[in-house]
């Protein structure tokens, strides 16, 4: 049983049975069902052999609990059967960070100003010591994060954007030592150079910050004048960093060695994007599946018909409704949804919402009013009474 059955088809219409119903009723009504189709007392009759398979089918789903259980799970996600999504309305009502491995970020917290490559490059200290030590040993450069708004299309297709980043880096005049150019820090006389001092109080004994040099092993007698003796100085560059393909909304994108510049021949730590992905007006995400909800008519869902659904790049594609589909129905378009460099390739998943007519014309209400009468005979509640005092 594929996916693209649960999506499809609806196991309890078929059976008559509401999403609720015990593992008793469904018995129950697929028994009715069945003698009423089946091919021994409807002989030759191909419609009703159809049906049989079609109440077979859904039996064989409802009544194992856990294929019912996978079923369910499916189609609640799948936002089938329940109308799906709302145009516009910016996606399903959970967490897809959650289900797709991606970290949830805030959503929409960015103001109308955001355009890409419109960016803050903040400036963060991961873990890392800002003591300057007075050796030149090799350092790692700082890890930075950064953060970045796409477009609902620039997150399908991947987007180069250019990010101004902040971090720390060692004083240029004073090369990182904090001392005045031309001078150098000497070694502190009261911890030796190691920055600790111990201290005794009775049979204990504390190791703490030298307090004559701060912790830094090393004395500074003419502070540079640019930083002021810190041996830090901020510099601010402008990277293109290439956002992947397929970036979810609050994913952290890890950009290897794009981090600040390591010091003294150490490597170059690593840049980390958070990503805000825009909502589309039309079009949702699901890991590697577009979304969209179609209206149609009640007619193109009664009657069948040939609809233009919009892709996010290209041409519309025609999609076949056919006759009797149900509000909800979601309909798979391969290939028309997220691509990856790699190859793969997600769907275009399509629900079809069936519209009221707000206001009728007389022309059309007179018609309307002639299919009620002929089909006075179907009433989709005619058991609902029933079934409902039956528990
Ligand atoms: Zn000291
Ligand atoms: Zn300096």
């Given at each position: 049983?594929?996916?693209?059955?649960?999506?499809?088809?609806?196991?309890?219409?078929?059976?008559?049975?509401?999403?609720?119903?015990?593992?008793?009723?469904?018995?129950?009504?697929?028994?009715?069902?069945?003698?009423?189709?089946?091919?021994?007392?409807?002989?030759?009759?191909?419609?009703?052999?159809?049906?049989?398979?079609?109440?077979?089918?859904?039996?064989?789903?409802?009544?194992?609990?856990?294929?019912?259980?996978?079923?369910?799970?499916?189609?609640?996600?799948?936002?089938?059967?329940?109308?799906?999504?709302?145009?516009?309305?910016?996606?399903?009502?959970?967490?897809?960070?959650?289900?797709?491995?991606?970290?949830?970020?805030?959503?929409?917290?960015?103001?109308?100003?955001?355009?890409?490559?419109?960016?803050?490059?903040?400036?963060?200290?991961?873990?890392?010591?800002?003591?300057?030590?007075?050796?030149?040993?090799?350092?790692?450069?700082?890890?930075?994060?950064?953060?970045?708004?796409?477009?609902?299309?620039?997150?399908?297709?991947?987007?180069?954007?250019?990010?101004?980043?902040?971090?720390?880096?060692?004083?240029?005049?004073?090369?990182?030592?904090?001392?005045?150019?031309?001078?150098?820090?000497?070694?502190?006389?009261?911890?030796?150079?190691?920055?600790?001092?111990?201290?005794?109080?009775?049979?204990?004994?504390?190791?703490?910050?030298?307090?004559?040099?701060?912790?830094?092993?090393l004395l500074v007698d003419d502070p540079c004048p640019v930083c002021e003796g810190s041996g830090r100085a901020k510099s601010t560059r402008t990277i293109q960093a290439r956002i992947p393909a397929g970036v979810a909304d609050g994913q952290r994108v890890k950009l290897k060695g794009k981090g600040a510049p390591g010091e003294n021949g150490g490597p170059a730590g690593d840049l980390y994007i958070q990503t805000n992905v825009k909502p589309h007006a039309v079009f949702g995400r699901m890991g590697d599946n577009l979304t969209i909800v179609v209206p149609v008519t009640f007619t193109e869902a009664a009657l069948g018909a040939e609809i233009k659904v919009p892709t996010l790049k290209g041409m519309p594609v025609t999609l076949r409704i056919p006759p009797g589909t149900p509000n909800g129905r979601t309909f798979r378009v391969r290939g028309r949804g997220v691509a990856h460099k790699d190859g793969t390739k997600g769907d275009l998943l399509a629900s079809v919402e069936v519209v009221v007519p707000k206001t009728l014309d007389d022309k059309s209400r007179e018609l309307l009013s002639e299919f009620n009468t002929a089909t006075a005979g179907d009433d989709p509640r005619a058991d609902l009474i029933l079934r409902a005092r039956s528990e």
């Open positions: 049983m594929s996916t693209k059955d649960y999506l499809e088809k609806d196991y309890y219409a078929v059976l008559g049975v509401p999403k609720s119903a015990t593992a008793d009723e469904i018995k129950k009504a697929y028994r009715k069902l069945a003698r009423q189709y089946h091919p021994d007392t409807n002989q030759g009759d191909s419609a009703k052999e159809t049906k049989f398979k079609e109440v077979s089918e859904a039996y064989d789903i409802l009544s194992d609990s856990k294929r019912r259980k996978e079923y369910d799970e499916a189609r609640t996600l799948f936002g089938s059967g329940v109308g799906g999504q709302r145009p516009g309305g910016g996606g399903f009502p959970f967490d897809f960070g959650d289900l797709f491995g991606g970290t949830a970020g805030p959503q929409g917290g960015h103001g109308a100003g955001d355009r890409i490559g419109d960016l803050f490059g903040g400036l963060f200290n991961r873990g890392g010591s800002t003591r300057t030590s007075g050796t030149t040993r090799p350092r790692r450069g700082q890890d930075v994060e950064s953060e970045v708004t796409l477009t609902f299309t620039e997150a399908v297709e991947g987007s180069t954007v250019s990010l101004r980043l902040t971090s720390s880096a060692a004083c240029a005049a004073c090369t990182g030592t904090g001392a005045k150019a031309g001078t150098t820090p000497r070694v502190c006389p009261t911890c030796e150079g190691t920055g600790a001092a111990s201290r005794n109080l009775g049979n204990f004994a504390f190791s703490e910050p030298c307090r004559d040099c701060k912790g830094r092993g």
